[in-house]
């Protein structure tokens, strides 16, 4: 079984995720990122960074360990974004990058996310490889050629100044609330936003190592609504657990999700492509082709979104849970970034965040996640084959059905759109019925 998933690896930190894996982990990817063993006139360099989790306490000191005892020279940077990492990769040019993170799992949970040189995440070839070196024999090295450890303490500044060389606007006179989910965003989000000139509302800032993501941030929106609509501010910026998302709300407590700031900012920009996924919604669609914009679409994954973007030269693209790629500032999802660049809009166009997103009509999307099944069978069953099948047909083009297995969870999801909810959910309830009963 595969250990490398749509994000890098994840479990349950110390039962799945052990110490003695991420050491080996880290040993395997020294060899294979960072060329140990080469002839180099420098020793190779690798930066290493985490969310908030406990958990990652005793993970980065496993990384750290199989990193410097394979030769590498690690900077440890503490409690940073996802993007942080893969910015700081490519700014210092390490060899590679370390992220230690579950993104929006709970807590419990833990994922290792690798950088290759550059600050891209690695392509399916590159996690093979270092799956394949795991366990193999290795020359230690001794005496001199041991890495060193360094705490990078200027590492947060370098990351706040990146994001801010991206406007070109003062945020003055926009009143934002950020929900951090008690997550790498804690500290670095509201400065950012606040010495960008937007008056700063913080909640969800308090990480403790065991509330991450815990009923705030961008998979629990309550709070976040009602604080903007307490504090009467212009939107809510809501984050995931390593803040490499976005999701927004306006002043009325809605929702502006990825497809909605994806088509604020492809209207801006007047791009000529945008990317999305196989779960951009139907209207954003619809609305790109209106005003004239092609569309592409990848797999699940902002991986393949930036893989997409790379081979063909396009420069935005992302996805609805808020991964958002502006190659002109990054070449990965950052959802600090996101934000600064929706706020960014909002100041020079002087319009509220509902009048832009008005750019699409989201058709109505029922998602269910159907778990306790064997994913791995769900391409080979033919009555779930037929059952698509006979839907989309009823659909036609105002409605689309799509059933994947996650790459991060072991679960089945079961998306349809259609002009009306109702229907939307009829027909999601009957698909998600049918595939616990075939895959059981």
């Not at 020359?139 to 705490?151: A, K, L, S």
């Not at 902002?302 to 190659?327: C, F, P, T, W």
């Not at 750019?359 to 779930?384: T, W």
């Amino acid at each position: 079984m595969a250990l490398f998933g749509t994000d890098g690896v994840r479990g349950v930190a110390n039962r799945d995720l052990t110490a003695e894996l991420a050491l080996d982990l880290a040993v395997a990817a020294a060899h294979v990122l960072a060329e140990v063993g080469a002839i180099s006139k420098n020793r190779p360099k690798a930066i290493v960074g985490q969310d908030s989790r406990a958990s990652g306490e005793f993970l980065e000191a496993a990384i750290v360990a199989g990193l410097a005892s394979a030769g590498v020279d690690v900077y440890k940077v503490g409690v940073l974004p996802t993007p942080a990492i893969a910015h700081l990769v490519a700014s210092s040019g390490s060899d590679l990058g370390v992220m230690i993170s579950a993104s929006h799992n709970p807590m419990p949970d833990n994922g290792i996310k690798f950088f290759a040189k550059g600050g891209g995440k690695l392509d399916d070839s590159l996690e093979a490889a270092i799956e394949a070196w795991l366990n193999e024999p290795w020359d230690r090295p001794v005496g001199r050629d041991v890495g060193r450890v360094i705490v990078d303490e200027s590492a947060a500044e370098r990351y706040i100044y990146h994001l801010l060389s991206s406007l070109s606007v003062n945020l003055s006179g926009i009143k934002v609330v950020v929900d951090c989910a008690n997550g790498a965003a804690s500290e670095v989000a509201p400065e950012v936003y606040a010495r960008a000139g937007a008056e700063v509302i913080a909640i969800s800032n308090q990480p403790n190592g065991l509330n991450i993501n815990e009923n705030c941030g961008s998979t629990h929106l309550e709070n976040l609504i009602a604080e903007v609509k307490k504090q009467g501010a212009d939107l809510g910026i809501a984050h995931d657990g390593d803040a490499d998302r976005c999701l927004a709300i306006d002043a009325a407590g809605n929702l502006v999700d990825g497809d909605y700031i994806l088509a604020i900012l492809a209207k801006e920009w007047k791009v000529q492509t945008v990317v999305g996924t196989v779960m951009t919604n139907l209207g954003f669609i619809k609305a790109m082709t209106e005003t004239g914009i092609a569309f592409e679409k990848t797999p699940v994954g902002d991986r393949y979104v930036l893989e997409n973007m790379l081979a063909n030269g396009h420069k935005l693209g992302g996805e609805q849970s808020g991964h958002i790629i502006m190659r002109d500032f990054a070449n990965t999802g950052d959802g600090l970034l996101t934000a600064l660049q929706l706020m960014s809009v909002m100041a020079k166009s002087k319009k509220s965040l509902s009048e832009l997103a008005k750019v699409m009509v989201r058709f109505p999307q029922v998602l269910i996640n159907v778990d306790g099944v064997n994913k791995a069978n769900l391409n080979s069953s033919k009555a779930i084959a037929a059952a698509i099948g006979d839907n989309e047909s009823k659909l036609g083009t105002n409605g689309r059905i799509l059933l994947r297995a996650s790459g991060t969870e072991p679960l089945v999801r079961v998306m349809v759109e259609a002009e009306s909810e109702v229907v939307a959910g009829e027909i999601a309830q009957k698909l998600a019925t049918l595939v616990r009963l075939e895959l059981s």
